[in-house]
């Protein structure tokens, strides 16, 4: 409890709040990718290729492209469209809220724009499910996914798509896929660029600073992302402080033992706890 009394303190005394947010975040909230959640969704696919969670579905080679698709509009839609807004993001959203904060996430599931945070104050780095883009890709640009998403799960039958619904770039009517940063073929958008500038600004207004990187649930998938350059700007500024929620530990630099806080405990706990002592 000493730890969550520091980080009241800290949170109430930064200048700013970096807020770095990774899967442990979505799965605090609920949204499992393996598991009961799984094979509620994707029995099938588990009893034909063997798949035992969601991510590594993601990477499986289907026989057919129409499998390909009946697999991933599951995979979208019961994870960014038929989803609530996790207690974690709600709660975080009324700590912060009267702070000036950012929130750079790995995160694709659309969780921080639901519970209500401003679209300008979020940097979603690695695409969002609710994105598609050319395959190739022939151009740089991004469509919402949707109403195709939909009908590709209402009118999938035996684990395939009909072939109509193969999504097709309007432009050099290649295969459409995923806005997800999986390799470098990866779209950055007019609004994705326009976000990186926002961080980087934010990054740079508060140099030197009594800023607070807060970090919920980043685990060690893209440490490059979000911890380690966390760790790096604390290290580089005495003024700063860093704070981890995870229910794994973490890395921490000797140091840098002095400005860190760890707490490893779950995310949902401990923003409950500090909701409860705010009222």
Known sequence: MDK???LKDKLENADAILIGIGAGMSTSSGLYYAGERFYKYFFDFYKKYGITDMYSGGFYPFEKIEEYWAWWSRHIYYNRYDTEVGEPYKDLLKIVKNKDYFVITTNVDHQLQKAGFEKNKLFYMQGDYGLFQCSTPCHKKTYDNKELVLQMINEQKDMKIPTNLIPK??????NMTMNLRIDSRFVEDEG??????????????YKGKNILFLELGVGYNTPAI?????????????NANFISINKEKIMIPNEMHNQCIEITRDIKEVLKILIEEEN
């Open 4 to 6: 969550i009394k520091k």
């Open 169 to 174: 770039c309007p432009i050099c009517k290649e």
């Open 192 to 205: 994705l660029k326009r976000q990186r500038k926002e961080y980087e600004n934010f990054i740079e207004l």
């Open 226 to 238: 979000i911890h380690y350059p966390f760790l790096k700007m604390t290290i580089q500024n005495p």
